[in-house]
């Protein structure tokens, strides 16, 4: 697996990871989402620069011009429901893509931190021959995306696979590049370093979910 972390270089990008952990800001849900989005929109731009282009003319009221424009077909496929913002980021930027959602939610069986992540409503277009795009805001244990891929084998075979993220643990890192092909690229805007026994990011940011739309029960 290709990983591109980016929390090492000083940019704009980090003012926002700063923003969704603060537990001020974390209060105004909007701007958790709007956050949430602009790093989407910011690690899309990133990725964008390792697709396929090719040229074509461009015809202007003066005259016409040559562009090198994306001709790689791409399918957006996000986690429901804590991976809404990023993918409306990712989507403003990835405008002609095709677009996928599959619901995966933690199950503990025994009410105890043991838990397994359960594959529910899913919807995708064909992925023979196209670049995947899977997003999941919180890479925490690994399981979720591990689920999720094994879902979308019944839709085919994509051409190449990327996962954009915004916040990781490096137990996540190690699962997916254990279960996805060598050639994915990870484009992730900070990794930290450890888990609680339940599973969830520390330092992280809490429930992106809970943070963008609310409690659940």
């Given at each position: 697996m290709i990983v591109h972390q980016f929390d090492q270089a000083h940019s704009?990008?980090?003012?926002?990871?700063?923003e969704i952990r603060d537990i001020t800001i974390q209060k105004d849900p909007?701007?958790?989402r709007r956050n949430i989005e602009r790093i989407g929109e910011i690690l899309a731009y990133e990725l964008?620069?390792?697709?396929d282009y090719s040229q074509k003319e461009v015809t202007t009221p003066l005259g016409t011009k040559s562009s090198f424009l994306c001709s790689?077909?791409?399918?957006?496929?996000?986690?429901?429901r804590a991976g809404l913002p990023l993918h409306h980021g990712i989507l403003s930027y990835f405008d002609?893509?095709?677009?996928?959602f599959i619901s995966a939610y933690r199950h503990h069986p025994n009410n105890d931190d043991a838990f397994e992540v359960i594959v529910k409503?899913?919807?995708a277009p064909s992925l023979d021959g196209k670049i995947l795009?899977?997003?999941d805001p919180m890479l925490a244990t690994g399981k979720t995306l591990e689920n999720v891929l094994d879902a979308l084998k019944s839709h085919g075979t994509p051409k190449q696979i990327h996962i954009i993220s915004v916040i990781g643990s490096k137990d996540g890192?190690?699962?997916?590049?254990?279960?996805?092909?060598e050639d994915t690229h990870l484009w992730i805007a900070a990794v930290d370093e450890g888990l609680t026994s339940k599973g969830y990011i520390v330092p992280g940011l809490g429930d992106a979910g809970d943070l963008s739309y609310g409690m659940k029960l």
């Open positions: 704009i990008l980090n003012t926002f990871i700063a909007m701007r958790f964008s620069k390792s697709l790689d077909q791409l399918v957006l496929c996000s986690v429901l002609g893509a095709e677009n996928a409503y899913f919807a795009v899977l997003t890192l190690a699962k997916v590049q254990d279960v996805f092909p």
